[in-house]
C-alpha cells in the first residue's frame, strides 16, 4: 500500500519567515494530495490540496507543489504568524480513498 | 464540522472491557471513516463504511470492529481493550465538493 513520509518532524521559524514542510510518497497511482492543519483538542482541518494533474497551487499565504516524477509534494508557508503554530500533515491517496497520511510536523512561530 | 459528533469525547477504561465509540453525521454522507492517532505514527485507517452494512477493514483494524445499521452512525467497537488501543480516534467524513476528509473533534480513550 501507500506510504507517506514527512519531514521535519518539529519546526521552528520566526514570525514572518517562511516554513516549508516536505512529504513523499511511494504509490504513483496516487492523484490526490492534501493538507491539514491540527490545532491541539482539536481534529485535523483541510487547508489546501493538490491534485495530479496540477504543479502548483497558492492561497494567500499558502501554497503546495508537486512533483510526480519524484513523488514529492511540499507546503510553503510565507509571512508567517504565531497563529500558524500547529501540528501539519500531509497525506495521499488515490480518489480520495485509502488515504494515507504522514507522521506530522509541528511548527512553531516565534513571536 | 460538516455535522460530525463524536461521543464521548473522553472515556477511561479497563483493560478488558469492551468499549464503544459513535460517530453521527447528519447531512447523508455515503462514505464515513475511524482513524486513530498516536504520535509519531500520524493517522492510520482503522475501518471504514461505504454504506448502511458496507464496512472494510484499514491498515490497523485488529482488536476493533465497526457497524453501520443507518448511514448517519458508525460505530467503532473494541471488543476488549487493551493498553495498545490507547489512543486518540477520529471520524472522517467525504464532503459533498469530493475534497479532502473532514473530520470529526475526536475521542481520547485511555485504557488502564
Known amino acids: 500500500g501507500e506510504n507517506v513520509e514527512q519531514h521535519p518532524s518539529t519546526l521552528s521559524v520566526q514570525e514572518g519567515d517562511s516554513a516549508v514542510i516536505k512529504c513523499t510518497y511511494s504509490?504513483?497511482?496516487?492523484?490526490?494530495f492534501p493538507w491539514y492543519k491540527q490545532e491541539l483538542g482539536k481534529g485535523p482541518q483541510l487547508i489546501i490540496d493538490?491534485?495530479?494533474?496540477?504543479g502548483e497551487k497558492k492561497d494567500q499565504r499558502i501554497a503546495v507543489t508537486l512533483n510526480k516524477t519524484a513523488k514529492h509534494f511540499s507546503l510553503h508557508i510565507t509571512e508567517t504568524q504565531p497563529e500558524d503554530s500547529a501540528v501539519y500533515f500531509c497525506?495521499?491517496?488515490?480518489?480520495?480513498?485509502?488515504?494515507?497520511f504522514g507522521a506530522g510536523t509541528r511548527l512553531t512561530v516565534k513571536p | 464540522d460538516a455535522g460530525i459528533t463524536q461521543s464521548p469525547r473522553h472515556k477511561v477504561t479497563e483493560t478488558g472491557t469492551p468499549v464503544t465509540l459513535r460517530c453521527h453525521q447528519t447531512e447523508n454522507h455515503r462514505y464515513m471513516y475511524w482513524y486513530r492517532q498516536d504520535p509519531g505514527h500520524g493517522l492510520r485507517l482503522i475501518h471504514y463504511s461505504y454504506g448502511v452494512k458496507d464496512t472494510d477493514k484499514g491498515e490497523v483494524s485488529d482488536g476493533y470492529s465497526v457497524s453501520r445499521s443507518k448511514t448517519e452512525d458508525f460505530l467503532l467497537t473494541l471488543e476488549s481493550a487493551t493498553s495498545s488501543q490507547t489512543s486518540v480516534y477520529f471520524c472522517?467524513?467525504?464532503?459533498?465538493?469530493?475534497?479532502?476528509?473532514?473530520f470529526g473533534s475526536g475521542t481520547r480513550l485511555t485504557v488502564v
Open positions: 497525506a495521499a491517496s488515490k480518489e480520495n480513498n485509502d488515504m494515507r
Open positions: 493538490i491534485r495530479s494533474n496540477v
Open positions: 504509490d504513483s497511482a496516487s492523484n490526490y
Open positions: 472522517a467524513i467525504i464532503p459533498r465538493d469530493g475534497g479532502g476528509y473532514t
